[in-house]
């Protein structure tokens, strides 16, 4: 018995590699500062250093009072958002003005909870270093029966 798997797409459906790239490339190149765009992800590193986790976040062009780092259990959630805007000057008149805001967040698991009320964050040079340490596993207790 022959099963025959392969669907045949029809000539006028079909979508060739090159218009693929071209659509992309043309909507980022259009208007690259379109604030309805999901802004770009930051790069992580998580580094274990036995009795705790170093995560490095860079988030450029970011206030340290517009980042949250939010911890629950072994997931950890960052969350931060830019904005830019023209100043206008006394005696100027606005052609054109634009306003960006770029809205971040990401969120990562680790191997095993974090203790939440010894966790540290700072922020320099768009650089987030998170230290995580590590919840103590929880001791098994023997009970004597009476």
Do not use: W
């Not at 206030?63 to 960052?78: L, P």
């Not at 990562?108 to 009320?117: G, H």
């Not at 922020?123 to 103590?136: A, C, F, N, R, S």
């Amino acid at each position: 018995m022959y099963l025959n798997l392969y669907h045949r797409v029809p000539r006028s459906q079909r979508v060739l590699p090159s218009s693929v790239f071209d659509s992309l490339f043309s909507d980022l190149l259009a208007n690259p500062t379109d604030s309805s765009r999901v802004a770009r992800s930051a790069r992580l590193d998580v580094i274990d250093r036995n009795d705790r986790f170093e995560a490095i976040l860079e988030i450029p062009g970011v206030k340290k009072e517009d980042i949250e780092v939010k911890i629950e259990a072994a997931s950890v959630t960052v969350k931060a958002e830019s904005k830019t805007e023209h100043e206008v000057k006394d005696g100027e008149r606005v052609i054109h003005s634009e306003r960006e805001v770029r809205r971040f967040e990401r969120t990562f698991e680790l191997p095993v909870e974090i203790a939440e009320d010894k966790a540290e964050a700072r922020y320099e040079d768009g650089v987030l270093q998170l230290i995580l340490p590590k919840k103590d596993a929880v001791q098994a207790r023997r009970l004597q029966v009476n």
